[in-house]
């Protein structure tokens, strides 16, 4: 490793540390909460290109496949199908955020002096090979039960979150079977929302 | 490959019940009894085919097991669902599936009309089902599974028209009755089961194991099992004093008379007798019970067969004697005679029942043999068979019923639990069948045709369906008797000699002289045709003489009339002493024990009372204080409580800062 | 062009750890110019290309004024989108509503880095290369969804939820079909897939010729392809006659032409993915295996890659003109009970395929029993 | 000239991603808020696992824990959007000052 690679490793690292950072304050600091999603897309893949950097390319392309494709779209419907963007007040009462404030700078000590004096063991220096072989031989290797694991985990989860969010709409599908008191259910259904 | 088909047997007519209770109400008639016939002739058939593997082997190798599942496995102690074949149970299959078959045909002709078509074919079928797992099991317990379960189907067939209350009461009785016997059965069972597993710590009720470990029990309690046994063979088998029921088990349709009650499940007693015979050449008191209570039941059986008027009563009393018969044989030790008996006596009885099925369906349901006479011209047929029956168990020479039947009286006379008293009574027994049997015949076939106009327009002879098992057993009530032949006859006993590796527990009855035996078959011939003769004069001849001897002996004729005023008995003084002692029981029960009950609660209320007053004023004030104060202090601390999962949160983390800054600093 | 890029920096009087810095970032803008000058060419081309073919399958001319054959009407068309009012709606949330085409357009131009153009031309080699373009375009959904939301416009927002809708549905089929190619050169790596591919006449080694699950895979992807890039007959994001112009209604000027440049661009991808995988790349048919001079060689080999995509996105343009658009619920129909589940059992069968012959394909086994 | 980054700038950097994805989780009113908070979180610990990953681990199991930390996590933001939306549906509000039904 040449001392121009290690300069650009520096840069790109300042330059993503930059990026992630920026955002992550955008997404807790913004007022409006749909930029606060989008500013998440910056964050992530900034960590993408972390991992990238650190020679992790697979983790790195699957960050953004599932993170970017599929975790923050999940948000954005997220904050689409519940939002009074304009209208609640995103932050907390003065007292907690006070609190909040105090959490995470203690918290950020914390790590910090737990971090920077100890002497890690390191292995010396390591060359970037490509990881994704390695990868899956280990996850259909090694680490077969968690892979399985997490699979059924997938599932589950699939299918709980349809469940929760299908069962007030079952409730009105079968009142819309068509049977004769069909319609009065209907009308004082909607008398208790409004 | 036969053994392994064994289990399909007893599980054909299983099949064919299950179907039949289940669909058969929507199937078609011609459909349903298809299926009930051809699964009892598929279980013949391949009975036959068992038969005829077990031959093939050698005499002293002929048995085998077909196990199919362990039923209950407990450590040592196993149950196995197997059935086991030898010769003796491969008799009884051949004869309960093909005497069955031929029933079952018989009922076709004989339920056409029916509203209960199916239910009756599917009961059919079930009991064969439970027979054939009765004489098919290699163990007791399963064996008592069969037991119980022809004793449930004959219930449900005696009941089978519940609309008269009568035969819903008949059912009951026979029910209770066998209850009564079974009692006996389990208790007898259990006894030998238990002895031997605690004396020697063989638990197991396989025959096999059972008979090979017979000889470590000791004979009082043989003794005791053996009569505990005959106690439940005496319900199935209808002997004194549990009979009563068989004749009132005429309810039911005859055909399932002629099944049940005659030539299959009455005879379970005798094949558990039979099949037990391990047991009993070790207990010889409990032989010498059996062998005099089944002459006592040949004897005064009989003796009431004489005066009934009904067709069918007067077969049923003649079953309770011929089965007294069979007593005798096994009770001398002569087993392979008790058997050859139950086989002859299951054609000729099956084949008279359902000759007076026959005869009943032509008169239109009439029963009373003084309705009757001059059957013969219209029911060629039907008489023909009849008086070939007869002919057998009357114990004239060359039908079957002479050869089994002078088996057992020769056995009787020679055999050292048997003697002169037994062979007599069996003896007057075999008059006493001659006569009422031959009165039957002539009072129902010969003589002026005494029913009412209308009734006599109506008779006719049976269809083919009837008339064809009529002949068959004809036949067999012929010439079944023939593998029997003594070998005084100079020829081998083939029917003895097949039975013998099942019998061979080192008892046999001694023989006696050739001369004996032919003067002791000679008093046989004599005794049948004295009766045939005295029943001839006074039904044929003399017809006056039989209401001027009913005059002149009033008292006796009532006495037999009425069965010996036994039902009377039992209804009073054993079912009202229950009744009595119920009354007092209950009586007791609430005086002194609801009494004794009483008194210490109404104690318990008053120290209750006491103890209330304390834990009000004392323990309540207390747990009041406590409760009090826990209250006042949590509404400082909920205070805490905002229910705001981001305050809990905050204090998480700032607690767990405060831990870490333990550990860093 | 590295030591030309090294000699012109040298030339400067700086540190040396300085020079080879700028000589990499240098190295990465010029290559990233020239991709991007070339795509952009194609993208101009192309809409232009759109035009012609429409019109002959209309029977009419199509473009036919500016340049010989109307040629240069992409050139006019980008003047005239340059030069007109870049208008942001009042209600607009204005960040978004800008952010969003440049987004798109980076994306997409963004997956065109790890193709392999020929046998020594790429811009980035990558390890992971399928999986990265895959997980560029699902990005392409994110920044759709950005515009949609920021144009403030329902019409613009029922677009972008159809979009989301369509791209992450029929990213399972065409994932599911990628895998069934990919498992049998066992790398992600564009370069070893099309070198997988060489050999034989040239075309016999198609992966797309390799077993009847890949055959069938490429059909799969073809379909599911065409839908994720939002063309007729799958482009209900964009529906004129339901939603206006979907996600990009409230979009003019250089911000409209950007998204549509990306629809070209992504057709290109997909149409070179599919040429990597399955039709075997830049491989020379029949001739592979003559001799030639190292640059010719490279120049037909970026002929024939670019030929076989510009015949899959003639094919696209065909069908856009060709079939009716497919309804909402025809089209999640399509992707649920169809396509899904047939290259799931499709790459299931491809699986054992390979586990039972070794990844053998189906000339081989032929060639084999003809030899014997 | 920059110095080589070593493993505790990476540690650094995602100690600073977590505090702030504290902050956000402390301080945001919105439920999904909340959620975007935690996602910087788990963010920061993937970066944990794969700088330790490359750095003293020999093989690349680090980067097979990030692996299925992000399944997790999408899991995980799968059922918490449906919580959130079936609380929506039956409160008309994702507020969280107003979920406080547990208020002692």
Redesign the interface.
């Known amino acids: 490793m040449s001392v121009t690679s290690y300069t650009i490793q520096a840069v790109f690292f300042y330059l993503f540390s930059a990026v992630i950072i920026g955002s992550a304050l955008m997404v807790v600091l913004l007022r409006n909460i749909v930029r606060s999603a989008f500013a998440l897309f910056f964050t992530l893949s900034g960590v993408a290109g972390i991992y990238i950097l650190l020679g992790a390319d697979f983790v790195g392309v699957t960050q953004v496949l599932i993170y970017i494709g599929g975790v923050l779209i999940l948000i954005v419907f997220g904050v689409m199908l519940t939002h009074n963007v304009y209208s609640v007040d995103i932050f907390n009462k003065l007292g907690t955020l006070v609190m909040g404030t105090i959490s995470a700078i203690v918290t950020f000590t914390i790590i910090y002096y737990s971090v920077k004096p100890v002497n890690w063991l390191f292995i010396g220096f390591k060359p970037d090979l490509p990881t994704a072989r390695p990868i899956g031989t280990q996850l259909m290797g090694t680490f077969l039960l968690p892979f399985e694991l997490a699979s059924i985990l997938l599932v589950l989860a699939m299918v709980g979150a349809a469940y929760l969010i299908r069962s007030e709409v079952r409730g009105t599908s079968q009142a819309g079977a068509g049977d004769p008191g069909n319609e009065q259910r209907q009308d004082t259904a909607g008398k208790k929302v409004h | 490959m036969i053994e392994h088909m064994i289990w399909m047997i007893p599980v054909l007519p299983l099949t064919g019940a299950i179907i039949n209770l289940l669909i058969g109400k929507r199937l078609p008639r011609r459909v349903v009894d298809s299926i009930a016939v051809g699964s009892i002739s598929l279980s013949f058939v391949l009975a036959v085919t068992a038969y005829f593997h077990l031959i093939s082997l050698p005499a002293d190798q002929r048995q085998f097991t077909d196990t199919v599942y362990t039923w209950i496995g407990l450590g040592s102690f196993q149950v196995n669902l197997a059935f086991l074949i030898d010769p003796l149970s491969a008799v009884m299959i051949l004869i309960v599936s093909g005497v069955g078959s031929v029933i079952h045909l018989y009922s076709v002709g004989y339920m056409h009309g029916d509203k209960r078509y199916s239910r009756y074919f599917a009961f059919l079928n079930l009991f064969a089902f439970a027979m054939l797992l009765l004489v098919l099991s290699s163990s007791i317990l399963l064996m008592f599974v069969g037991w119980e379960g022809v004793g449930l189907c004959s219930y449900l067939l005696i009941g089978f028209w519940f609309e008269k209350i009568e035969n819903a009461r008949a059912g009951m009785k026979a029910f209770v009755v066998n209850r009564i016997g079974d009692f006996g059965f389990i208790a007898g069972f259990l006894l030998l089961f238990t002895t031997l597993g605690v004396k020697t710590g063989i638990w197991s009720l396989d025959f096999s194991v059972l008979k090979s470990n017979i000889a470590l029990v000791p004979v009082a309690v043989l003794t005791a099992t053996g009569i505990m046994l005959f106690v439940g063979a005496t319900g199935k088998s209808a002997q004194i004093p549990l009979y009563v029921w068989l004749p009132d088990a005429m309810a039911g349709p005859t055909p399932v008379s002629a099944l049940i009650h005659a030539a299959t499940m009455v005879t379970a007693g005798v094949y558990m007798i039979a099949r037990m015979n391990f047991l009993y050449v070790l207990a010889p008191d409990a032989l010498r019970v059996i062998a005099i209570v089944g002459a006592l039941t040949a004897f005064f059986a009989a003796t009431i067969g004489l005066v009934q008027n009904d067709i069918k009563k007067v077969l049923a009393y003649s079953t309770v004697s011929q089965l007294g018969y069979m007593f005798i044989g096994v009770g001398v030790g002569a087993f392979s005679a008790g058997i050859f008996h139950l086989m002859t006596h299951a054609f000729f009885k099956a084949l008279l029942f359902l000759g007076s099925g026959s005869v009943i369906h032509a008169m239109s349901g009439e029963q009373d043999i003084r309705k009757m006479g001059g059957l013969a011209k219209k029911l060629p047929v039907t008489t023909a068979t009849f008086i070939i029956a007869t002919l057998a168990i009357t114990g004239v020479p060359g039908f079957a019923g002479f050869f089994s039947k002078d088996d057992i009286l020769y056995n009787a006379y020679v055999s050292p639990y048997g003697g002169t008293f037994i062979w007599l009574l069996g003896v007057l027994g075999a008059v006493l069948t001659a006569f009422y049997m031959t009165r039957l015949v002539l009072l129902t076939f010969y003589g002026k045709p005494r029913m009412d106009h209308h009734t006599a327009e109506h008779i006719h002879e049976s269809p083919k369906t009837m008339t064809v098992p009529l002949l068959i057993l004809a036949v067999l009530s012929a010439a079944g008797g023939y593998i029997g032949m003594p070998e005084v006859f100079g020829v081998h006993n083939v029917f003895a000699q097949f039975l013998a590796p099942v019998f061979n527990s080192g008892f046999a009855v001694p023989e006696g002289s050739h001369t004996l035996e032919w003067t002791l078959m000679g008093v046989s011939v004599l005794a049948a045709f004295s009766g045939i003769g005295g029943a001839y004069y006074f039904y044929a001849v003399n017809t006056e003489l039989p209401a001027r001897m009913a005059q002149s002996f009033r008292t006796a004729y009532a006495w037999l009339l009425n069965k010996y005023y036994v039902d009377e008995f039992y209804l009073k003084y054993i079912v009202g002493g229950v009744l009595k002692l119920n009354t007092i029981l209950s009586l007791f029960d609430a005086r002194i024990i609801d009494g004794a009950v009483n008194g210490a609660a109404k104690l318990g209320k008053k120290l209750s009372d006491f103890d209330g007053a304390f834990d009000r004023i004392v323990v309540d004030g207390a747990v009041n204080a406590v409760g009090d104060g826990v209250v006042s202090a949590g509404g400082v601390l909920r205070k805490i409580q905002t229910g705001l999962v981001q305050n809990y949160l905050i204090f998480a983390i700032l607690g767990l800062a405060l831990l870490l800054s333990f550990v860093l600093l | 062009m590295t030591e030309l890029i090294s000699r012109i920096v040298g030339g400067l009087n700086t540190p040396v750890?300085l020079t080879?810095?700028l000589v990499?970032v240098l190295i990465m803008l010029v290559s990233g110019a020239i991709v991007l000058g070339i795509s952009l060419l194609y993208e101009g081309l192309a809409t232009y290309a759109e035009r012609k073919v429409a019109g002959d399958i209309q029977a009419r001319i199509g473009p036919n004024r500016v340049g010989p054959y109307g040629l240069l009407q992409f050139v006019a068309d980008g003047v005239k989108l340059l030069l007109k009012e870049d208008i942001i709606p009042f209600y607009a949330?204005k960040?978004?509503f800008i952010?969003a085409p440049y987004i798109v357009f980076t994306v997409s131009f963004a997956a065109f880095v790890p193709l392999s153009y020929s046998d020594h031309i790429a811009v980035a080699n990558?390890?992971?290369g399928v999986?990265?373009i895959?997980?560029?375009s699902?990005?392409v959904?994110?920044a759709i969804?950005?515009g949609a939301?920021g144009s403030n416009n329902k019409w613009s927002?029922f677009g972008g939820m159809r979009a989301?809708a369509q791209i992450?549905s029929y990213?399972i089929p065409i994932v599911l079909s990628l895998l069934a190619a990919i498992i049998l050169p066992?790398?992600?790596n564009m370069r070893d897939i099309i070198v997988y591919q060489g050999g034989g006449l040239g075309i016999f080694r198609w992966l797309v010729f390799n077993n009847p699950f890949t055959f069938l895979a490429f059909f799969v992807y073809f379909i599911a392809a065409i839908a994720e890039v939002n063309r007729t007959p799958f482009d209900i994001p964009e529906a004129e006659s339901e939603i206006v112009a979907g996600y990009h209604t409230e979009y003019t000027g250089m911000r409209f032409a950007f998204f549509f440049m990306a629809e070209y661009g992504d057709m290109f991808v997909v149409s070179a993915i599919a040429t990597t995988l399955f039709l075997g790349g830049w491989h020379l048919p029949f001739i592979g295996g003559i001799s030639m001079p190292l640059w010719l060689r490279d120049v037909l080999q970026v002929a024939v890659f670019f030929m076989k995509v510009f015949v899959l996105i003639y094919l696209m343009m065909w069908i856009r003109w060709t079939l009716p658009r497919l309804r909402v619920d025809q089209l999640m129909e399509l992707c649920w009970k169809y396509l899904t589940p047939i290259a799931f059992f499709n790459l299931i069968g491809a699986s054992v395929w390979v586990l039972l012959l070794h990844g053998r394909g189906i000339y081989d086994i032929i060639a084999r029993i003809i030899v014997h | 000239m920059l110095s080589p980054i070593s493993l505790q700038d990476y540690l650094i950097l995602s100690g600073l991603l977590f505090s702030i994805g504290v902050f956000g989780v402390l301080t945001r009113k919105n439920a999904i808020a909340v959620l975007m908070g935690v996602e910087l979180m788990l963010n920061a610990a993937n970066i944990n696992l794969v700088a330790f990953s490359k750095f003293i681990d020999r093989g690349i199991q680090g980067q097979i824990f990030a692996l299925f930390s992000i399944v997790i996590a999408a899991a995980e933001v799968a059922v918490a959007l449906a919580i959130v939306i079936a609380v929506y549906k039956t409160t008309r509000t994702i507020d969280l000052d107003k979920e406080d039904s547990m208020k002692g």
Do not use: G, K, P
Request: proline share 0%.
């Open positions: 750890f080879r810095f990499t949330d960040w978004l952010l990558l390890n992971v999986l990265y895959i997980a560029i699902s990005v959904s994110m969804l950005m939301w927002l989301v992450v990213e066992a790398s992600m």
